[in-house]
């Protein structure tokens, strides 16, 4: 069984930075990409960035310039560096990953995590 589980979610101050972190634990062969997700109240859920197992980024408009993607490919661990926060970034942010759970896995699927709570405010 495969299990995503984010951190670093929190109150912050509008210009502040949060630091969150996703790990993928279980049964894993190998992780092509990796994103994060964020759902306002009353909104669709939306991509904010994605980085693929070669490194390679993608972000939101929204995001471009204040956030960064990384990932830790030996602890399977996503990791998104949000600066100059600001009042609409607030959110609840998932982090996914689409994976092979063993290496006779002919399809990747993709899995979620539980959501980690983002609110920038004075």
């Known amino acids: 069984q495969v299990q995503l589980v984010e951190f670093g979610g929190g109150l912050v101050q509008p210009g502040g930075s949060l630091r969150l972190s996703c790990a993928a634990s279980?049964?894993?062969?190998?992780?092509?990409?990796m994103g994060w997700y964020r759902q306002a109240p009353g909104k669709q859920r939306e991509l904010v960035a994605y980085?693929?197992?070669?490194?390679?980024?993608s972000y939101a408009d929204s995001a471009k310039g204040r956030f960064i993607i990384s990932r830790d490919n030996a602890k399977n661990t996503v990791y998104l560096q949000m600066n100059s926060l600001k009042a609409e970034d607030t959110a609840v942010y998932y982090c996914?990953?689409?994976?092979?759970?063993?290496?006779?896995?002919?399809?990747?699927?993709?899995?979620w995590g539980q959501g980690t709570q983002v609110t920038v405010s004075s």
């Open positions: 279980g049964s894993i062969s190998r992780v092509y990409t």
């Open positions: 980085i693929t197992s070669d490194g390679s980024t």
């Open positions: 996914n990953a689409d994976l092979f759970e063993s290496w006779s896995s002919l399809v990747p699927h993709t899995y």
